[in-house]
């Protein structure tokens, strides 16, 4: 997703279509969604039948969520704002989720009664600068900039809570995903604006050519990335302890090897275990709810996943900030590349 000349995945994959005919089966009802043109008249890559059931999902979950949300709202503080605030279901939805460039998965989507979708105030950020999840970053902005005023936004609006996306040079539109970031803290001094930001959750990206408004400030619909989804529950917590321990054991085996090679390629794998990058994200986790964990025994594996990228060079840490997913996804791919670095660096430390 980084390309800029990408082309946009398909929405419907074959896996997704038994999904969204079923969808269309059920809520597809005359008169309950706006009419879909004719499927003729559509790019080739839309099928009416994931809008129509996607639209459903947005109206169904605006008349669940009563506005008395908002009144909540101004109890809790960060991203807890934000998550009590009811879905937004814009006049433009049906033209959102058919933009090519939006890039929008069927698949890939959280259920909206359990992560709605909201707008919320979006920087861009270069990847090193970013807070990723249980990370704490501090900045310096100009006085009256862009970011200034989307944080002030977000402290008038949501708490503190903004979106954090990478900066890819001459990317035409927002990446798929960004962080899910607080503004713990923010002082002025003189023409100066310094911030503390926490990155506290993943956020997918809706609306990847929203236009900003009269300040400069770009406010895309997002959904919140669940940690703990249908595959985490199917596979079990055994499943999801085993993935973990074995990325730690592949992590701290890849730090030696870069020891003892010299070859950082990939990022600094050996200053630090990953229990304790783990362990710090954890303490700076620890008053906020990981979206969709429910237990005490799930917290582990998420942040882990989280604290393992850390380490890694700026183009791999832009791969998982860009392109979100739940734990266990996030686990098999962090394995699957650091059995690679393996292989790589393994004959070269026979060389030498």
Known sequence: MLERGNPPRSPLSDRAAPK???????YWRPGVVPTIRAQQKCPSFFHPGLSAGLLFQVHRAVSRRAS?????AHEARGVEVWRRLPLEAPPNMDAILRNRYNDVVYEELDDLDLSPFRSLAVLRFPVHWVPQVGQLRDHVLRLGSTQHLAMQFALEEHGGFLGIAVDIPQAQYLPRGCVGAEVLR???EEDAVHVTLRGVSMLRIIDRVAMPNKDGV???????????????QSEGLEVLLKETKEVERLFDHCGQLQKETGIFAAGDLSKST???????ASENLKDVNLCGVRHSEQ????????????????????????????????????????CLMDRVLTPKLRVS
């Open 68 to 72: 008395s949300a908002q009144l909540r």
């Open 299 to 338: 917290r582990g594996p998420v942040v882990t996943s989280h604290a393992a990228v850390f380490a890694f060079s700026a183009q791999k840490k832009a791969d998982f900030l860009c392109d979100p997913f739940s734990a266990l996804r996030r686990l098999r791919t962090l394995r699957k590349f650091l």
């Open 218 to 232: 770009v406010r895309p619909l997002m959904q919140e990335v669940l940690e703990h989804t249908e595959l985490e």
């Open 274 to 280: 990953l229990l304790s990058l783990a362990q710090t």
């Open 186 to 188: 923010l002082t002025v």
């Open 20 to 26: 969204a005919a079923s969808l269309r089966s059920r």
